[in-house]
């Protein structure tokens, strides 16, 4: 199947800083991700819908200035959590797909987060 | 409103033994249904879909699922466990494959010797 891979796998941040998250589609071209955020032993929860070259659109009740996503190329998006705050801490997974009938959803391996 | 629930939460079973886990969904529309598994470290995998044609729906691993439309159900199985399907599970709603998902809370599955 198709790799999606996050950068970095972990990161430890000063409560105030930012920090940014990579998902990258190796081996096809992904005209959508998906973010999504997982706490611990919970469910994956959609953040926002990411579509190359167009603003994200996010789920209701998700900050847009605190969590950017940018989807430059069909390859890449990024997340960045803004003025990071302990309760941000969490696992940020994203999904990478065609977005053509019939094709699939592949996860990355998530990013954990951890604000100090 | 969508939704799905997985009610349990943390399921122990002995290597060998046979595992269900139980999925429930409330869609307006015909879903799309998914299983995924959640290994420490690494991405979700899927396990099997489906969206129409067979009820009983084979995937990767041994396991298989049964979609129930009378019960709004889509429960996976497996006869025989191995130490190495211990992971969390999760069950998930869309209107397509290569949309947005809704996910179940997951279910741990933990494997005794």
């Known amino acids: 199947g198709a790799v999606v891979s996050q950068h970095p796998s972990w990161v430890i941040c000063k409560s105030g800083t930012s920090v940014k998250i990579e998902c990258r589609s190796l081996?096809?071209?992904?005209?959508?991700m998906f973010w999504y955020r997982q706490f611990p032993k919970q469910s994956l929860m959609l953040m926002a819908t990411?579509?190359?070259?167009?603003?994200?659109?996010?789920e209701q009740g998700v900050e847009k200035d605190k969590f950017l996503i940018n989807h430059a190329s069909l390859t890449l998006s990024t997340l960045t959590v803004t003025s990071a705050h302990p309760e941000d801490s969490s696992f940020y997974i994203c999904?990478?797909?065609?977005?053509?009938?019939?094709?699939?959803?592949?996860f990355g391996p998530g990013t954990r987060l951890t604000v100090t | 409103a969508q939704s799905v629930t997985q009610p349990d939460i943390h399921i122990t079973v002995s290597e060998g033994a046979s595992l269900e886990l139980r999925c429930n969904y409330s869609?307006?529309?015909?879903?799309?249904l998914f299983w995924y598994v959640q290994s420490p470290g690494q991405g979700l995998q899927l396990l099997l879909k489906?969206?129409?044609?067979?009820?009983l729906v084979q995937g990767i691993k041994g396991f298989e699922a049964e979609f129930k439309r009378s019960q709004s159900s889509f429960n996976l199985r497996k006869p025989s466990v191995h130490w190495s399907d211990a992971a969390e599970y999760f069950c998930?709603?869309?209107?397509?494959?290569?949309?947005?998902?809704?996910f179940g809370a997951g279910t741990q599955v933990v494997v005794t010797p």
């Open positions: 869609y307006g529309a015909t879903p799309y």
């Open positions: 489906y969206f129409s044609g067979d009820t």
């Open positions: 081996d096809f071209q992904a005209t959508t």
């Open positions: 990411s579509n190359e070259g167009s603003k994200a659109t996010y």
């Open positions: 998930a709603v869309g209107a397509d494959s290569w949309g947005k998902f809704q």
């Open positions: 999904s990478a797909t065609a977005g053509l009938a019939g094709t699939e959803q592949y």
